[in-house]
């Protein structure tokens, strides 16, 4: 099993600043057939189904705000958000999809400071 | 509109069986792969199945924790997914979301279903 691990565990930021946060597999995730990252970022508020942000590692899906973006490659993944907004506060995992069981990170939890 | 609705959580004792139909709408089921994902309650999400498409023959993959216990299946002339849950445990206990995979992401869920293993 790909092992998927995030840092930190939480995070504080105040509004408006950048938040960071980290995701780093256990093996590659990266297809040599077609340099595809296999990971996935979602947000996940309380009481709401998970809600994907970023796909292919650097994607964003269609609707999500452009203050969210996605880079990494191979094992070191990193989700930003340029300028933290208060409908921001949530958890926030990584998942890989290169190979089942798609793991899932631990997850982050960002909070306003 | 695609939409994906769960149901039939509840309580059950430890031991017991359980089965989540996941009921789909506004895509083709036999063209994507649908997964299972839970969440306990203040833990993080945790990915427990797939049943891949019929181009894949309806494969089906389990997380090792349910592996042997849950079973996936699915009809597509009614657009539904089940999740057979048996000898359930107390650590089963979580809401239960499905997932479809479209265009190589996991872009709709369902609302979840609580499954509530207690004595």
């Known amino acids: ?113 | 509109e695609v939409q994906l609705v769960e149901s039939g959580g509840g309580l059950v004792q430890p031991g017991g069986s359980l089965r989540l139909s996941c009921a789909v709408s506004g895509f083709t089921l036999s063209e994507h792969y649908i997964d299972w994902v839970r969440q306990a309650a203040g833990k993080g999400l945790e990915w427990v199945g797939r049943s891949r498409n019929k181009r894949n023959n309806y494969i089906t993959e389990y997380a090792a924790s349910v592996k042997g216990r849950f079973t996936l299946s699915r009809d597509d002339s009614t657009n539904s997914l089940y999740l057979q849950m048996n000898s359930l445990k107390t650590e089963d206990t979580a809401v239960y979301y499905c997932v479809t995979w479209v265009d190589g992401a996991a872009r709709y869920w369902g609302q979840g279903t609580l499954v509530t293993v207690s004595s």
């Open chain 1, 1 to 113: 099993d790909i092992v998927m691990t995030q840092s930190p565990d939480s995070l504080a930021v105040s509004l408006g600043e950048r938040a960071t946060i980290n995701c780093k597999s256990g093996q590659s995730v990266l297809s040599s057939s077609n340099r595809k990252n296999y990971l996935a970022w979602y947000q996940h508020k309380p009481g709401q189904p998970p809600k994907l942000l970023i796909y292919w590692a650097s994607t964003r899906e269609s609707g999500v705000p452009d203050r969210f973006s996605g880079s990494g490659s191979g094992t070191d993944f990193t989700l930003t958000i340029s300028s933290l907004q208060a409908e921001d506060v949530a958890a926030y995992y990584c998942q890989q999809y290169y190979s089942a069981p798609c793991t899932f990170g631990q997850g982050t939890k960002l909070e306003i400071k």
